[in-house]
């Protein structure tokens, strides 16, 4: 990965890159972001910027030794840690390491934008607890005894490091205390707020932001049809990953689905809403997630419709369904209904029962769009 593969987010690379060319490389610093922020290419991007023996203004040279063995992610100097599972319960330790790393190569060079799910998915541990374990610990306090090999830096890249054992962060703790001239940490974390706060005060932050839609749709355009991609980059709402993955879907149903179930509600037919229920419980994680972004989508097209401004950016059918549906909305209403699903995301997100969450939401819109006010 280099910092050209990563769309957007100049300043941050700007920064990054400055501190190399003038040598103020903190010795510890925490790429902060949300799910589906970027800040793991980034971390990697910033590796093979460290290791590489032609360094350009802006990039690594991506074609030197350090490159090339950078953008495999075998640089001997860099090492990573990441949270795992013994899927097979093997025994043999060796073994597992070097099946897992390459397990985590892999992954990194099909999917260098996934998350902590995707990576258990693609591990095959993705029903099992994952973790940083204390072994782990030990073993970095082993492998940083060691000069760097090829390098003038050691990188240590822990990602999710908000997974790591009690036992692991204290051990790291210990290690953040008392740097080596030549290490360099790369603390990467989806949820920053779970890591000691004696880890996070060690570390230089880096916030990482999600995307604007412009760079997600300049990034996505080249593999899409043109006529999908104003649906994807909506629906991933500035999430890389979450739009990569939506291009391997079949066209997207579910405007129309949308539809359906908003007439259901209008109508309480709750034997359509209980059926809608379980197609909605049925469904992935994503197309549950997809499904409540298109309804918020609809409440503030509908806002804006309500408005009169012309800034609506649907077209076609979902045009003719705003138009209609804001007959029905009042601004008050929309307000709540846009709380509701709100409401109702953030229980999904907490595993909440998809069927419940969903047959609760579907009554309660009921009511507000039957509500004389
Ligand atoms: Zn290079």
Redesign the pocket.
């Known amino acids: 990965m280099r910092f050209a593969d990563i769309p957007g987010l100049s300043d941050i690379k700007t920064n990054l890159v400055r501190s190399v060319h003038e040598n103020k490389i903190p010795h510890a610093q925490l790429l902060a972001g949300r799910d589906g922020s970027v800040n793991l290419p980034l971390a990697l991007a910033y590796t ?1 910027f460290l ?5 350009q203004a802006d990039d ?9 063995k ?1 953008l495999k992610y075998i640089h001997p100097d860099t090492h990573f840690v990441f949270p795992y599972s013994n899927v097979d319960n093997d025994k043999d330790e060796e073994r597992l390491k070097a099946e897992l790393l390459k397990s985590w190569r892999q992954f990194l060079t099909e999917q260098p934008f996934g998350k902590i799910e995707d990576w258990t998915a693609f591990h095959g541990s993705e029903d099992k607890q994952v973790l940083i374990s204390r072994e782990e610990s030990r073993e970095i306090i082993r492998s940083l005894a060691l000069k760097p090999f090829e390098s003038r830096f050691k990188v240590m890249l822990i990602w999710q490091p908000e997974y790591m054992h009690p036992a692991a962060a204290n051990g790291i703790l210990k290690i953040l205390e008392e740097p080596s001239s030549f290490t360099i940490f790369l603390l990467v974390s989806n949820a920053d707020e779970r890591l000691l706060p004696t880890i996070v005060s060690r570390t230089q932050r880096v916030t990482v932001p999600l995307l604007p839609d412009d760079e997600v749709k300049t990034f996505l355009a080249p593999r899409v049809d043109a006529g999908r991609l104003p649906g994807l980059v909506q629906l991933a709402e500035g999430n890389l990953n979450r739009g990569l993955q939506l291009i391997d879907r079949e066209d997207n149903p579910t405007t129309e689905k949308f539809t359906q179930w908003m007439r259901a509600c209008f109508k309480r037919d709750a034997i359509q809403l209980l059926t809608l229920a379980d197609d909605f419980h049925a469904a992935d994680k994503m197309d549950q997630r997809n499904m409540l972004t298109v309804a918020l989508t609809m409440m503030r097209e509908s806002l804006v419709h309500l408005s009169e401004a012309p800034l609506l950016r649907v077209q076609g059918n979902d045009l003719k369904f705003v138009q209609d549906f804001s007959k029905v909305l009042n601004v008050p209403k929309i307000e709540k209904a846009t709380h509701l699903l709100n409401e109702a995301y953030f229980h999904l997100e907490r595993n909440g029962s998809a069927k419940m969450i969903f047959l609760d939401l579907s009554l309660q819109l009921s009511g507000l769009l039957k509500a004389s006010r």
Not at 51 to 55: I, V
Not at 60 to 66: D, H, I, R, V
């Open positions: 093979t290791h590489c023996q032609n360094r690594a040279c991506g074609t030197c030794a350090a490159c090339s950078s």
